[in-house]
């Protein structure tokens, strides 16, 4: 016993038998409706369509092969008449001659076979124009259900065509709308992709302009703010300048007085940054 029939019982126990078989007729219909949606998900027309039209090929293939044994049959009886036809033909003839010898009593034998032989060629001519309408029935229903078959095969292309037209149309639709599943899904990917990517660059900007204004320590002491980059500008300007002085000075044999100033002139550059060295520190 299922477990519905346990619920049923049970039902049937507790005096409620009318609300379980509500609900069975509602569960029973909910399940109805679900598989008439997926059957209908899953039918393909052109399919539907080739397959009525593979069972109509049969059926013609049916009616073409009765045709024939109705055929073959009346030509089966055609050759039985000539056989009897041929029999009666000989019994005449064989009386002839018996009558002409004096035999009558064989004559009246001959006379008699050839009777019976009439009989069944008369029995048989019936059954062959039976046959013979009948295989012109079948011929003619033959013909027809050809031409029916030939136009359903022509209509069945046509639709086949348009459904397949529609269905391409529809999709090309749906991807320039981007409402269709696999588009919806690029889409999206597309959205989470240039968000996080917005992210990145507005953390990168942040990052770099607390580096720059000192909120944030650079541990591997590439990063400066602005104050200093300028300080270690003019700083690296003034060793410039004085080693061209003391490389002329060389050149031109310069006495040790301009050497002094020269180097006078280092150490009143070189003060302020001390100055500013001590500074830092403090």
């Known amino acids: 016993m299922g477990l519905v029939e346990v619920l049923e019982l049970e039902s049937v126990?507790?005096?409620?038998?009318?609300?379980?078989?509500?609900?069975?007729?509602?569960?029973?219909?909910?399940?109805?409706?679900?598989?008439?949606?997926?059957?209908?998900?899953?039918?393909?027309?052109?399919?539907?369509?080739?397959?009525?039209?593979?069972?109509?090929?049969?059926?013609?293939?049916?009616?073409?092969?009765?045709?024939?044994?109705?055929?073959?049959?009346?030509?089966?009886?055609?050759?039985?008449?000539?056989?009897?036809?041929?029999?009666?033909?000989?019994?005449?003839?064989?009386?002839?001659?018996?009558?002409?010898?004096?035999?009558?009593?064989?004559?009246?034998?001959?006379l008699s076979r050839r009777a019976a032989l009439q009989q069944q060629v008369s029995d048989l001519e019936t059954q062959h124009q039976t046959l013979q309408g009948e295989e012109e029935k079948l011929t003619l229903a033959a013909q027809r259900l050809q031409v029916k078959v030939d136009a359903f095969r022509t209509k069945k292309e046509t639709i086949k065509a348009t459904y397949t037209a529609a269905q391409a149309q529809t999709r090309i639709g749906e991807a320039f709308s981007g409402i269709s599943e696999e588009?919806?899904?690029?889409?999206?990917?597309?959205?989470?992709?240039?968000?996080?990517?917005?992210?990145?660059?507005?953390?990168?900007?942040?990052?770099?302009?607390?580096?720059?204004?000192?909120?944030?320590?650079?541990?591997?002491?590439?990063?400066?703010?602005?104050?200093?980059?300028?300080?270690?500008?003019?700083?690296?300007?003034?060793?410039?300048?004085?080693?061209?002085?003391?490389?002329?000075a060389e050149l031109a044999g310069g006495s040790s007085a301009q050497q002094q100033a020269i180097e006078g002139g280092a150490d009143a550059q070189d003060a302020p940054r001390q100055n500013q060295h001590k500074f830092d520190k403090q």
């Open 13 to 110: 126990r507790r005096g409620r038998a009318k609300p379980m078989s509500g609900v069975m007729k509602r569960m029973g219909m909910i399940f109805r409706a679900k598989a008439n949606k997926a059957l209908d998900r899953a039918e393909d027309p052109r399919e539907t369509l080739d397959y009525s039209y593979q069972k109509q090929l049969e059926l013609l293939q049916k009616v073409r092969r009765g045709v024939a044994d109705v055929a073959t049959s009346r030509k089966r009886l055609e050759l039985q008449l000539n056989q009897l036809q041929g029999q009666s033909t000989k019994l005449e003839e064989q009386g002839r001659k018996a009558l002409a010898l004096g035999r009558e009593d064989l004559a009246r034998e001959a």
């Open 183 to 248: 588009m919806g899904d690029v889409g999206m990917a597309i959205q989470r992709a240039e968000d996080k990517t917005a992210q990145l660059q507005a953390r990168a900007g942040a990052i770099d302009e607390l580096l720059a204004s000192g909120a944030l320590d650079d541990p591997t002491g590439t990063s400066k703010d602005d104050i200093a980059a300028e300080l270690d500008r003019i700083s690296g300007g003034t060793d410039v300048e004085l080693e061209l002085q003391r490389m002329k």
